[in-house]
């Protein structure tokens, strides 16, 4: 039988693989592309094996399909319809599939991340076909013959659309060398450039963005420091990253490794209160007075400032969660000592959007487009100026755990 995670995150891939599937037949009728056309029901194909592979896990827990949404299924056709009554071109066609590949994949990311306890082989299927649908994605944009700017300016990892538009209206974008308008579509080949900077996919610079599951006995550090291993060395990557927030020696979980050195900036500085949620075990027993002395904020003598109010929950007896919002120098260790604990263990299991879900220990995956699309959009408005208070040693904030 499936716990409710599982139940919650199975009828999740159960919907997406055959929506996907019934959405393909819907509009390939309409597909006068050959390249689209081929792509299309390759996608339809593996969605349908999708689908079948879910059926079985069914069989295997023995339980029920979900109920056939006949609602849903209508509304679809009807959109399909609609959508394309007036425009059948191929770009248009194309369009509406990334849509769809993209409404997939951010609710499958919903359906993992609101059941965190679901079972690990679930969990793959579900990680499986956002992969799927985001190698769908790369292969309908390379069938399409334009492309909105903002679209393409986001999917080269410069920022979102929404500020991409900022950024073009002020007229800091050119197409050809000519300045840009919001709206406008750009062909293959044509030259982006921002601030007199190529904005280019396909190039060295290419956004790279790391979820990484540091062990225990790796320190966040660019160098060797006597016989430790380094994470830099440590996960031997072909291409020059470097880590966002440090996690320090004896602390596991979640750390994001980058080339992008503003989304370093916007993610880490205190001023923009993103969210970094931890997983902490301490050496007794605590009482329910310990977690609301945690949440409403602790001052720490030794740097002599007052934690923000945070979330705290029990997990255990001896083990919480705790959400931070600001970087102190080992933030928790200090929390907890100054209210008579001491820390036996830190992971880190989520940084804003992104989790560390059931990733191995040790290993590391590309964060997903999905999720990258979500982060710009989060880090819109923040600064990547520093935002620390002056009376504090920027050695004081680059930890936070």
Same mark, same amino acid.
């Given at each position: 039988?499936?716990?409710?995670?599982?139940?919650?995150?199975?009828?999740?891939?159960?919907?997406?693989?055959?929506?996907?599937?019934?959405?393909?037949? /819907?509009?390939?009728? =309409?597909?006068?592309?050959?390249?689209?056309?081929?792509?299309?029901?390759?996608? $339809?194909?593996?969605?349908?094996?999708?689908?079948?592979?879910?059926?079985?896990?069914?069989?295997?827990?023995?339980?029920?399909? !979900?109920?056939?949404? +006949?609602?849903?299924?209508?509304?679809?056709?009807?959109?399909?319809?609609?959508?394309?009554?007036?425009?059948?071109?191929?770009?248009?066609?194309?369009?509406?599939?990334?849509?769809?590949?993209?409404?997939?994949?951010?609710?499958?990311?919903? $359906?993992?991340?609101?059941?965190?306890?679901?079972? =690990?082989?679930?969990?793959?299927?579900?990680? #499986?076909?956002?992969?799927?649908?985001? =190698?769908?994605?790369?292969?309908?944009?390379?069938?399409?013959?334009?492309?909105?700017?903002?679209?393409?300016?986001? #999917?080269?990892?410069?920022?979102?659309?929404?500020?991409?538009?900022?950024?073009?209206?002020?007229?800091?974008?050119?197409?050809?060398?000519? *300045?840009?308008?919001?709206?406008?579509?750009?062909?293959?080949?044509?030259?982006?450039?921002?601030?007199?900077?190529?904005?280019?996919?396909?190039?060295?610079?290419?956004?790279?963005?790391?979820?990484?599951?540091?062990?225990? @006995?790796?320190?966040?550090?660019? *160098?060797?420091? @006597?016989?430790?291993?380094?994470?830099?060395?440590?996960?031997?990557?072909?291409?020059?990253?470097?880590?966002?927030?440090?996690?320090?020696?004896?602390?596991?979980? +979640?750390?994001?490794?980058?080339?992008?050195?503003?989304?370093?900036?916007?993610?880490?500085?205190?001023?923009?209160?993103?969210?970094?949620? &931890?997983? /902490?075990?301490?050496?007794?027993?605590?009482?329910?007075?310990?977690?609301?002395?945690?949440?409403?904020? /602790?001052?720490?003598?030794?740097?002599? /400032?007052?934690?923000? !109010?945070?979330?705290?929950?029990?997990?255990?007896?001896?083990?919480?969660?705790?959400?931070?919002?600001?970087?102190?120098?080992?933030?928790?260790?200090?929390?907890?000592?100054?209210?008579?604990?001491?820390?036996?263990?830190?992971?880190?299991?989520?940084?804003?959007?992104?989790?560390?879900?059931?990733?191995?220990?040790?290993?590391?995956?590309?964060?997903?487009?999905?999720?990258?699309?979500?982060?710009?959009?989060?880090?819109?408005?923040?600064?990547?100026?520093?935002? &620390? !208070?002056?009376?504090?040693? #920027?050695?004081?904030?680059?930890?936070?755990?």
């Amino acid at each position: 039988m499936f716990s409710d995670a599982d139940r919650a995150v199975m009828k999740e891939n159960y919907r997406n693989s055959r929506m996907g599937r019934e959405a393909i037949n /819907v509009m390939i009728s =309409k597909v006068e592309d050959d390249d689209l056309a081929l792509d299309l029901n390759r996608q $339809a194909c593996k969605f349908m094996q999708f689908e079948e592979k879910i059926q079985k896990e069914y069989m295997k827990a023995e339980e029920p399909l !979900p109920e056939e949404n +006949l609602v849903g299924t209508t509304m679809l056709w009807g959109g399909i319809q609609m959508n394309t009554l007036l425009n059948a071109s191929t770009s248009h066609l194309a369009d509406m599939m990334i849509q769809g590949n993209t409404k997939g994949i951010v609710e499958l990311m919903k $359906a993992v991340k609101s059941n965190q306890s679901v079972q =690990k082989e679930y969990y793959e299927i579900a990680q #499986e076909l956002m992969d799927f649908e985001e =190698k769908c994605l790369s292969l309908i944009h390379i069938s399409e013959p334009t492309r909105r700017l903002n679209k393409y300016m986001s #999917e080269a990892g410069v920022c979102s659309r929404r500020e991409a538009d900022r950024l073009i209206e002020a007229g800091k974008v050119t197409v050809d060398g000519m *300045k840009a308008t919001v709206g406008m579509q750009i062909e293959e080949g044509q030259k982006v450039c921002l601030n007199g900077k190529p904005v280019e996919k396909d190039k060295k610079d290419k956004l790279i963005l790391l979820a990484v599951n540091k062990p225990r @006995g790796v320190v966040c550090s660019e *160098k060797s420091q @006597g016989g430790d291993v380094n994470i830099i060395d440590f996960l031997h990557y072909p291409k020059r990253i470097t880590y966002v927030g440090r996690l320090d020696k004896d602390s596991e979980g +979640l750390l994001l490794m980058t080339n992008h050195g503003d989304i370093i900036n916007k993610m880490m500085r205190a001023a923009n209160g993103h969210e970094k949620e &931890y997983e /902490v075990t301490v050496d007794k027993e605590f009482n329910d007075r310990f977690l609301k002395d945690m949440a409403a904020g /602790v001052h720490l003598k030794e740097l002599d /400032v007052t934690t923000r !109010p945070c979330q705290v929950e029990r997990l255990g007896k001896k083990k919480f969660k705790i959400i931070l919002t600001q970087g102190l120098n080992r933030q928790i260790r200090r929390m907890c000592k100054e209210l008579g604990f001491h820390v036996t263990g830190i992971k880190r299991v989520r940084i804003m959007n992104i989790h560390l879900g059931h990733l191995t220990t040790g290993g590391y995956r590309n964060v997903t487009e999905a999720e990258i699309q979500e982060l710009m959009y989060l880090l819109e408005d923040s600064s990547n100026e520093p935002g &620390y !208070p002056q009376e504090l040693n #920027e050695e004081d904030m680059q930890d936070d755990e």
